[in-house]
């Protein structure tokens, strides 16, 4: 691929997660030569380009503009002005805004060319020696009724899953993987390429009890194993009625018995209960 600036195209860059040394060459090049940067964060990108010596036209695309803000982009690279996507730190789309654009881009005929870069998720994956052949990735948990569905849908999930977290919110997550999952095998990575970074192997019991002494600082990515294949399924072989029936008889409500039969199964509470009409 040339080197030269595209016009009309939609540069998706990625910029350092904290060590400033990670950016590429490439991307210092594509942000100096395109005719503005969208950035979430004009303060923050601000501060990188000017590290940099970058003087560049920036303008405002974050999760609260991102429809008003993208029409104009749109408007402007069809006019051929080029643009570099990019976000506070990481990967633009991946649990940034960023989505929305790429798809408006391709829809309008324009082209969306990766600058590829750090991702923490991949950094703290591929430090931790979990399982690393499949994954699944989950940002950070939602934190409205949408979470009990995503839990769910996790209980039987044998691939390693990755989750954002931020300090404020670590030991509220803890409690709900334990809760929605069991006792896995975890790693918490803190502050990733920065100076306290740090990697911990534990378990989620453990790093509930880690916290209930100290706070949480720092940025999260949590690694968590899946599943363990030789965990048993008592319930392999029952039917729904008879799974719920099972909970029933060890004393919980009809409602609850759903639930966790749902849980068990990894599917929403719903199908349960459409079943058992």
Known sequence: MANEIEKGALYVVATPIGNLSDITERAKKVLAEVDFIAAEDTRVSGLLLSRFD?????????????????????SDLLSGKSCALVTDAGTPAISDPGTELCESARQSGIKVIPVPGACAAICALCATGFDSRRFVFEGFLPQDSEKEEVLTSLVNERRT??????PHRLK???ADLFSALGDRKLCLCRELTKINEEFVITTLSE??????????RGEYVLVLGGKAE?????????SVKEHV??????GLSKMDAIKACAKDR???????????L
């Open 54 to 74: 970058i003087k560049k036209s920036i303008v405002n695309y974050f999760e609260h503009n991102k429809k008003a803000a993208g029409e104009r982009i749109i």
């Open 161 to 166: 899953v990755i989750f954002y977290e931020a």
């Open 172 to 174: 509220k997550t803890l």
């Open 207 to 216: 790093a509930i009890k880690t916290y209930e002494e100290k706070d949480p």
């Open 230 to 238: 030789t965990e048993e399924v008592f319930w392999q072989k029952l």
């Open 245 to 250: 029936d099972f909970y029933i008889d060890k």
């Open 266 to 276: 990894g599917v929403a509470k719903n199908s349960i209960y459409k079943e058992m």
